[in-house]
Every structure is written in structure tokens, then in C-alpha cells.
């Protein structure tokens, strides 16, 4: 069955079709109008829809007085149970006359649909037995709702009479209430049944469907809603990006909502970015700032604090922010929002620190980022944080100095450094190698010796050796850091100017970037960074 709908649109209606047993989804900011178009979608298919608004109560309670299922499923679906009930009594009775805010307040509706379908398979069962029938009986919805729910909770066991409803804990203690279920239990048992109770080829709509589900079982739980109800679509309005990214389907981004009435509304496309950065970046109302690390690394953390204007996307090795900034700048589709990229120095030339300038990357002023905290300005900033000043700061600073020099120059530490930095120079001169023209195997052969030839990896050591002992003959550190790459010298920082290890330090910058307790350590953050222009 194909479903039917228009939203309104600044340039005119937009058009949607939607199949039995597939999905639809939408992602947007707070206050884009995600539950206002929720309920546009749900009045324009009236009776063929059933939304679960995301303001919704879960009280859990069994005592539930027993009704028919007809008017159990009306007052489920509608908010009304008398026999003359219709569509138009939903907005009013189940809405409260405001379908976008009135809390959806139904699982007492829901039970009673439940329990009076128990009940009826139940008489059924029992006269066909009285037949003789001997067939096998049809599974109730509630025993469809035990089977999926103790999957996704395999920790847990429903027990479900003809008027209650218990837990218990497999081989644990005595069973609990259902109404004592905890609200991710409760939740999950919420949507399995309005899903498992929606009418034959109906339209569900769900306005946040992530609420108050663990995000480990989450896809499991959708996978398995949709697969009960292969007769419906789906409609999911989220502003969950990873939710909306894991699931497949048709996808929109909601940009904007205009009171009067129109949404604007565009396709999520194919960038080449996976689907969750791409609804990250169509979501976003500020630049792009592609960067190196993780969600959950010190990268990311001083990224996001000391570029507050931009909306940081970590994308882990310097390559990847390379290819992201290129591939964004070059879709069109994605115009309307700019990008810029950052990476570590990471031994990379004058002249190829001029080429990715020219593509919208800045290079760092250190090896690696965690080296920031190991500059001059930066370092001092925290010392003096922690109270150190005039020639005491200056012997603090000076111990650290020291101790992160004594390092470098113990064991063979310049000697490892100028071999990665050998191979990071060989592989960079290999990749820029094009063989495109050479049509046989001795053409191969010989460019490939041409190119080559010219590639001296002792000088290349060298340049590298004279660069480290130079630098620390001088007591630059800001050269040094630049040149040296080794992620355990944090540690000293850590040591000499709060007294602490590598894994608390780095903990307390990120607190002190967060909620810029320090603002001088974040202003320091922000002087020796590179300045950052959207384009």
C-alpha cells in the first residue's frame, strides 16, 4: 500500500510516497519544527496514521479497568471509545486540542487494548478446543510483545496473566511489578505494543524515538518493530543523528520551520561522507571544521572550545580531514555550508603546507596537538594557574624544560624520531609518483627508477637530525615541538606544572576547555592556534 502526503514548502508543495514495510526519516536541530510537521503528516493521513508524540507519559500500571477490544483500540487510537468515535474527535480528546505540546498520556489505553485481545484469543482458544481443534493456538499480541522485549532484554523475563504483569530476573529474586520497571524497560515495552496494536496498513509516525533507549539496543529494537509490522511504514523524526544514520530508509534534513506554515526540507544526498557526517553537516547552522582525533580526544576537546563559531567533526588520520575538506568544498549539494580543516604539523614541507592552505587546511604549529601543552605560552599559563609566579614560575618552566630535553636526548629517542620521519617523507615522495603514462612494464620500470633517483634518504636524515639538535642546543621548544613527535612527553607537562599524571592532566584541561574556568588557559589555546576562515 502507498502512502500519500504533502509538506508545504517555501518554493511549494513537496511530495511524498511511502510503501508498506518501509521507512521514512527525518533529522533537525531544536526548533526546527520536527513535531509540528509530526503532526501536519499525522492530520493529512488522518485515521491512516498513529503518532507517538515524544512528549509521552510511561506510567506503567496493571490495575487497568478491563474493557472490549473495539473500544480499547479507539480509545487507543483515537482518545475516544464510544462506537461514534472518528478522526475527528483525535485532535481534541487524544491531543487535548494542542497535538504539538499536549503530553500523549496512553499506556493505560494501551493495556486495555492488550489485555481485552488476550483475552479474546484466549476464549477462541478455548472453544476450538472444545471443538477438538487441535491446531495450534494464535500467538496474542502480548505474547508477540514478551518475545521481542525478552530479546532485546535478555536479562529479564515478563510474566503475563489474564490481569497483571510482572518481572522477574532468570534466576534471580522474586518477580517485581511491572509498574516498578525501570524507564528503558518500560519504554521499550511502550512502543513494541503501540506498534504491535496499530491498525492493519497504517502509518506510524515516532517524534523521538530514541528517548529513554539505551543506544546498545537500539537499532535491534527497530529491526525488530518493523519486521513485526511489514503491513506499515515508518516515520521516525529525530534529531538523533546517529539514530537516524544507523537506519535505512528514505532520509531528509529539516532546515528551517517558518510559523506560517512551510518547512524546508532537503535530501539528505550522497556526499561520500558516511550518513551520519552528512546529516551532522546539512544540520549544522555554523561552518564546518574538519579535524584529526575522535569524539572523545583531547583533539576533539580543544578543537571544540577554542573554535566555538564552528561545528567540529573529528575524522581520525590528517588524510581524512584532507579528503573531507576537498570532497565537501567540491559537492554542491552542500554549498550552503562552508568548511575549513585543520591537521598536525606532522614533518610536513613549507611548500606542502602552502598547498593544503590553498585548500582550506591549516597545519599546526606543533608535531602532533598534544604538543600544545608543552609550548611556552600554554605552559605558563598553567603554571600560573596553579600559582606559581615571578622567578619561581620561571625555575618551574625551566625544570619542565629540562626534564622534556633530558627525554629527547636519552637512548636512541632523536635517532626513532628521524626514522619516522624518514618514512613519512619516503611515502609522501612515493605517493606523488605518476606512473599514468607508462604502457608497458619497462616504462613502469623506468619511471619509476627516474622518479626515484633523485631520493637521498641519508640527506633526508640529516636535514631532520641537525633540525632536533639544533633546536635543542638553542632551547627553542617551539621549534622542538614542531619537529618532535612522541605522545608520552604529556606526561612530563603533567608532572612538573600540576603535579599529576598524563590521564588526569589531560582530563582537567578538557574540564578547564569546557567550561572555560580558565579563561587564560583557554586564551593561550587560542593565540598559538591557526586562525581558521570559513570559505
Known sequence: MTFNFEIPTPSGQK?????????????GANGCGKTRLAVKIEKDLELKAHRISAHRALNLKTSVEKINEEEALRGLRIGRTNEDSTVAHRENVRWGRNSSVSLLNDYDRLLQALFAEQTNKAVETHKKARRGDTGAAEATKFEKLTEIWERLLSHRELNITGDDIKVSVPGGAAPYKAEDMSDGERAIFYLIGQTLCADDNSVLIFDEPELHIHKSIMSNLWDELEAARPDCAFIFISHDLEFVASRIGQKYIIREYDPAGTWTIEDVPETGFSEEITTTILGSRRPILFVEGTDSSLDFAIYRNCYPEWTVIPCGACENVIHSVVTMRANASLTRVTCSGIVDADDYSASEIAHLNTLGIEVLPVSEIENLLLLPDIARA???????????LNTKLQQMDDAIIANIQSGNNIEDNVIRYCRRRIDRILKKIDLSNANTVAAVATAYTTETAALDVEAIADVRR???????????????MALYDNKGLVALAAQHLKATRKGDFENWIIRVLGNNSVPEITQAFKSVLPAVVAS
Not at 641537525?466 to 632551547?475: E, G, K, R, Y
Open 15 to 27: 511530495t511524498f510516497a511511502l510503501e508498506g514495510g518501509t521507512s521514512l526519516l527525518f533529522v
Open 382 to 392: 598553567i603554571a600560573q594557574h596553579e600559582g606559581h609566579n615571578g622567578a619561581a
Open 466 to 480: 641537525t633540525a632536533i639538535n639544533d633546536a635543542v642546543t638553542n632551547l627553542d621548544m617551539t621549534r622542538l
